[in-house]
């Protein structure tokens, strides 16, 4: 069974703040990704990675980094969070194929 | 603009009834169509996927179609239980391949009462 963990599951910060959310996949799949999910919209392309130290821009990037330092860790990282941030993260992980497998969701507040 | 919309927004139906979700899109290329159930404050998970113009498939008590003519899927729910509580995501992707973006509709949220 694929297996993608994500943490912290909830965090809380203010405004300024600096965050990092965290995924591990265990299903040696080189690609991972990173989604916002609001109310309202689709899940949202943030950043996404071929593999170990390769870094691709998705479709709402502004104010998030990310670094992929393994190939089984992705981190998303916000530096001064906004409260335009506040949202619900999931990361994904996919093989050569089309399916990609999700994480449980981080839910993150910026007050 | 939104290329993936669902409808309804939200549906709430009494258990054991039948309900149909409906997805309709402007992606192209469409290469295939999946729809995942996302239970509150969870991931999500796949039911099923359609590849093929007039692909249809079941999966127990799911069972889907897809239109490409028309770049419209259902998603029929017979029978329904109270764990069918969730919101339904349709997905489309315009690769057959890893390089390939996914685009997602905003989910229909169907609560299902005693």
């Known amino acids: 069974e694929a297996a993608v963990t994500q943490s912290p599951r909830n965090k809380v910060t203010v405004t300024g703040g600096n965050v990092t959310l965290s995924c591990r996949q265990t299903?040696?799949?080189?690609?991972m990704y990173w989604y916002r999910q609001d109310t309202g919209h689709g899940l949202r392309l943030i950043h996404y990675s071929y593999g170990a130290g390769n870094l691709q821009i998705g479709d709402v990037p502004d104010g998030y980094k990310a670094t992929r330092t393994t190939q089984e860790d992705f981190f998303l990282l916000l530096e001064l969070a906004s409260p335009s941030q506040t949202s619900l993260y999931f990361c994904a992980s996919g093989g050569t194929g089309v399916e990609q497998y999700f994480g449980p969701g981080t839910r993150l507040t910026v007050l | 603009k939104t290329q993936v919309e669902q409808s309804p927004q939200s549906l709430v139906v009494r258990q054991g009834e039948n309900c149909v979700l409906q997805c309709n899109y402007s992606v192209t290329p469409d290469n295939h169509l999946r729809w995942f159930k996302q239970d509150t404050g969870k991931g999500l998970v796949s039911l099923t996927v359609l590849v093929h113009e007039n692909d249809k498939t079941s999966n127990g008590r799911y069972s889907a179609t897809l239109d490409k003519d028309a770049k419209h899927s259902t998603l029929h729910i017979t029978a329904t239980l109270l764990d069918d509580t969730a919101t339904y995501i349709c997905?489309?992707?315009?690769?057959?391949?890893?390089?390939?973006?996914?685009?997602f509709g905003a989910g229909t949220q169907l609560i299902v009462i005693p």
């Open positions: 299903n040696s799949h080189n690609y």
């Open positions: 997905v489309v992707g315009d690769r057959g391949s890893a390089l390939g973006r996914l685009h």
